[in-house]
């Protein structure tokens, strides 16, 4: 039977007295609800009450209000603290998660911000409370260290692309790239090849991607972003040119961030990895690590492997034309030299500066050769190089297509690409509206643990059937 309401009694319903508390309003399977139940959040107040007087002043928000409003920002997905404060004022979950009355004044969306620019924003904070999850996750043994997956993800700045000036910059290398350079020296010595040039200085650089020699002071060019000088410009194939930064991002595998780093967009994964992998990476003792092409060169693989992990990225082809009859010369491991299609012995002649060792044969001993007009040419010797750190390339190599190895790449699609497709499509990570890389790295805290804690709320009851309880007071 057809019913229409009256004017009367819309109003009448619009305005009712009813006694309800906030508690009833929220749903008992909504998310929210699921990760309170999971997380003491108390740990908050340990951390930060050194930042505010205890005898003067008006009373603070609640600082675990404080940092649950940027967290619930990203747990939603909306990546705006000023949007989520208007979503508030109407939510009741959302009020209910905040420690927020039902009737209660909602913070101004400023008021983090301030706090963080006249508190926090030179402190820990940010990096103890996802440190502090991670540690109670672990003790409750939902993430697991053996295997870590590694990979780089572009997020866009909020910075014009267009608004930008050119800059001449020294070039930064780090202890690592010296440290590779100075063992290319030393090797050099051994051989007996050092030349007047060589010394102990570090003034000369190899880069170990490219193979050219850098000089340390170099500089070079870069556009740099009037908006957020921080950021770099960030070019890939095809790609448009836009200002961004990118997040070195480990997780385990199950799909649990273990550990994150931002870099300005310009820097490569290889140059950004060692400063992860040593404050970060190597404190966790995994097993394995596994990453992808764009960190695999052999100084990185050599410190990996020396802390007694084993290092897993895919094949990377050499670049540049290659003369197939090379393939038919075979490295003998004993006498570390190499031998030709025609049985004759290659010796060791000297180190490029690009790291390679020079394995040469003179053409009078090609002579009889079936093969010297293919692979002598017009030289007047045949040269084989072979990197310095190419033993420890031929054991990554080994364990890649070894059972285990093609076991565990699979697995990367499964976890650190899909850190990254949730971060993107649910938690803001596509872009960040925050400026200069520490602030970045400062917000990117509570994002990546609140994607550990989203996923740790559907799994709130353990192994053995008992309710976890996380970073209990």
Same mark, same amino acid.
């Given at each position: 039977?057809?019913y229409?309401?009256?004017?009367n009694q819309i109003?009448?319903?619009?305005?009712?007295?009813?006694?309800?508390?906030?508690?009833?309003?929220?749903?008992e399977d909504?998310?929210?609800r699921k990760i309170?139940?999971?997380?003491?959040?108390d740990?908050?107040h340990?951390? %930060?009450?050194n930042?505010?007087s205890?005898?003067?002043g008006r009373?603070?928000l609640d600082?675990?209000?404080?940092?649950?409003?940027v967290?619930?920002?990203?747990?939603?997905g909306k990546?705006?603290i000023r949007?989520?404060?208007?979503?508030?004022?109407?939510n009741?979950?959302?009020?209910?998660?905040?420690?927020?009355p039902l009737?209660g004044t909602i913070p101004?969306?400023? %008021?983090?911000?301030?706090?963080?620019?006249?508190?926090?924003?030179n402190?820990?904070?940010?990096k103890?409370?996802?440190?502090?999850l991670?540690?109670?996750l672990?003790?409750n043994?939902?993430i697991?260290?053996?295997?870590? @997956?590694?990979d +780089?993800?572009?997020?866009?700045?909020?910075?014009n692309?267009?608004?930008?000036?050119k800059k001449?910059?020294?070039?930064? @290398?780090?202890?690592?790239e010296?440290?590779?350079?100075?063992?290319?020296r030393?090797?050099?010595?051994?051989? *007996?090849?050092?030349?007047s040039?060589d010394d102990?200085?570090d003034?000369?650089? =190899?880069?170990?991607?490219? *193979?050219?020699?850098?000089?340390?002071?170099?500089?070079?060019?870069?556009?740099?972003s009037?908006?957020?000088?921080?950021? +770099?410009?960030?070019?890939?194939?095809?790609?448009?040119?836009i200002?961004?930064?990118?997040?070195?991002v480990?997780?385990?595998k199950r799909g649990?961030?273990?550990?994150?780093?931002?870099?300005p967009?310009n820097?490569? #994964?290889?140059k950004? @990895?060692?400063?992860?992998f040593?404050?970060?990476l190597?404190l966790?003792?995994?097993?394995?690590?596994?990453?992808d092409a764009?960190?695999m060169?052999g100084? !990185?693989?050599k410190?990996?492997m #020396?802390?007694g992990i084993n290092?897993?990225?895919?094949?990377?082809r050499?670049r540049?034309?290659? #003369?197939?009859?090379?393939?038919?010369f075979?490295?003998q491991?004993?006498?570390?030299?190499y031998i030709?299609?025609? +049985?004759?012995? !290659?010796y060791?002649?000297?180190?490029?500066?690009?790291?390679y =060792?020079?394995y040469v044969?003179?053409s009078?001993n090609c002579n009889?050769?079936?093969?010297?007009?293919?692979?002598m040419?017009?030289?007047k010797r045949?040269?084989?190089?072979?990197?310095?750190?190419?033993?420890?390339?031929?054991?990554?190599?080994n364990?890649?297509?070894?059972?285990e190895?093609?076991?565990i790449?699979?697995?990367?699609?499964e976890?650190i690409?899909r850190?990254f497709?949730?971060?993107?499509?649910? @938690?803001?990570?596509?872009?960040?509206r925050?400026k200069?890389?520490?602030?970045?790295k400062?917000?990117?805290?509570?994002?990546?643990?609140?994607?550990?804690?989203?996923k740790a709320?559907?799994?709130?009851?353990?192994r053995? +059937?008992?309710? =976890?309880?996380l970073c209990?007071c």
């Amino acid at each position: 039977m057809y019913y229409e309401k009256s004017k009367n009694q819309i109003y009448a319903e619009k305005n009712q007295f009813e006694f309800v508390c906030l508690e009833q309003l929220v749903p008992e399977d909504h998310i929210l609800r699921k990760i309170e139940s999971l997380v003491d959040f108390d740990f908050i107040h340990d951390l %930060t009450k050194n930042f505010y007087s205890h005898t003067a002043g008006r009373n603070c928000l609640d600082t675990v209000t404080l940092f649950k409003i940027v967290m619930l920002s990203f747990l939603t997905g909306k990546n705006s603290i000023r949007a989520t404060l208007e979503e508030t004022k109407v939510n009741m979950a959302y009020r209910w998660f905040l420690n927020l009355p039902l009737t209660g004044t909602i913070p101004n969306y400023s %008021t983090f911000s301030k706090n963080y620019a006249r508190r926090y924003e030179n402190s820990k904070v940010f990096k103890q409370i996802f440190d502090t999850l991670l540690t109670s996750l672990v003790e409750n043994n939902l993430i697991d260290l053996s295997v870590i @997956f590694v990979d +780089g993800t572009h997020i866009k700045a909020n910075a014009n692309k267009k608004k930008f000036i050119k800059k001449e910059v020294n070039i930064a @290398f780090t202890d690592f790239e010296k440290k590779i350079q100075k063992e290319i020296r030393e090797y050099r010595k051994e051989l *007996g090849r050092e030349d007047s040039d060589d010394d102990d200085s570090d003034d000369t650089f =190899i880069d170990e991607e490219t *193979g050219e020699v850098k000089e340390l002071k170099e500089t070079k060019t870069i556009n740099e972003s009037k908006t957020d000088p921080d950021s +770099g410009m960030f070019v890939k194939g095809e790609h448009e040119r836009i200002f961004a930064y990118v997040d070195q991002v480990a997780c385990d595998k199950r799909g649990y961030v273990v550990g994150y780093d931002v870099n300005p967009g310009n820097v490569h #994964d290889s140059k950004a @990895f060692m400063p992860f992998f040593e404050n970060e990476l190597s404190l966790l003792n995994p097993n394995v690590i596994c990453a992808d092409a764009g960190y695999m060169n052999g100084g !990185l693989a050599k410190e990996v492997m #020396d802390k007694g992990i084993n290092f897993l990225a895919p094949y990377v082809r050499p670049r540049g034309n290659k #003369d197939e009859i090379n393939k038919l010369f075979t490295y003998q491991l004993e006498i570390d030299s190499y031998i030709c299609p025609n +049985g004759n012995l !290659l010796y060791k002649n000297n180190v490029s500066k690009d790291g390679y =060792i020079e394995y040469v044969i003179d053409s009078y001993n090609c002579n009889n050769c079936p093969f010297k007009n293919e692979c002598m040419k017009q030289y007047k010797r045949k040269t084989i190089r072979r990197h310095i750190y190419q033993d420890i390339l031929d054991v990554c190599r080994n364990y890649r297509l070894s059972d285990e190895g093609k076991e565990i790449y699979k697995q990367r699609k499964e976890t650190i690409e899909r850190v990254f497709a949730d971060g993107k499509e649910r @938690f803001g990570l596509r872009y960040t509206r925050f400026k200069s890389l520490k602030k970045n790295k400062a917000y990117r805290g509570l994002l990546y643990a609140c994607m550990n804690l989203k996923k740790a709320a559907l799994h709130i009851i353990d192994r053995a +059937g008992n309710k =976890i309880k996380l970073c209990e007071c």
